[in-house]
């Protein structure tokens, strides 16, 4: 910018000379050029310091935020299943969602967790690998109880005044829609998954050894 300042000052020097003529052309555009690059350059400048405006009210607001928490002993909600109190009235779809996902957690028949399950007990049975038999079976009762408490959240405790049903927005909604969808397909046609499930449970069982 100081640079086409100086560049302005002396092309106005130089336009002092034609005061009684007509400006040559060249000179015209020069003058012309030289004021749109100043222009542009103030209006960077303008927008950088706006930017930088706008970066010191964010930070002073989240240091205050901030000196209010700690003065107080405030601190922001933790993320409990008591917060999904009557989800399943506003999110219908993604809590179904969730469930049957949940029960392919679990190792429910039907779905593809059981399949891969199934075959990774019979691989370790083979193999008499029997405490991975057991630390499945731990690991399908943990994913019952937290689903179940999902579910009891979700389903039956009563959701609060004024819930409006809002669902997930569809870019979130369908991919997740069509995972639930490939959970059950191939929870019940298993010409794909059997074969990459036992041969997948026969490698685990063998690093387990």
Do not use: H
Request: hydrophobic share 45%; net charge positive.
């Amino acid at each position: 910018l100081e640079t086409a300042l100086k560049q302005q000052k002396k092309l106005e020097q130089d336009k002092e000379f034609y005061l009684k003529k007509p400006l040559p052309a060249q000179l015209q555009a020069q003058i012309r050029d030289n004021d749109k690059e100043i222009a542009a350059q103030q209006k960077a400048l303008q927008e950088k310091d706006a930017a930088m405006a706008a970066i010191r009210a964010r930070f002073d607001a989240d240091r205050e935020r901030y000196r209010q928490i700690t003065r107080t002993g405030a601190v922001p909600p933790a993320p409990t299943f008591d917060r999904l109190a009557g989800l399943a009235k506003r999110m219908p779809l993604t809590c179904f969602g969730i469930v049957i996902a949940g029960l392919s957690l679990i190792g429910v028949p039907g779905t593809a967790g059981f399949v891969s399950k199934w075959y990774l007990i019979l691989a370790a049975l083979e193999k008499g690998q029997f405490w991975i038999v057991g630390a499945i079976l731990l690991s399908s009762l943990l994913a019952i109880a937290y689903v179940w408490r999902f579910v009891e959240v979700a389903y039956f405790k009563p959701a609060p005044e004024g819930t409006t049903r809002q669902e997930a927005p569809l870019s979130m909604l369908i991919p997740a829609w069509i995972l639930v969808i490939g959970t059950i397909w191939f929870g019940l046609d298993t010409s794909f998954t059997v074969g990459t499930a036992t041969e997948a449970a026969q490698q685990l069982v063998k690093v387990g050894r």
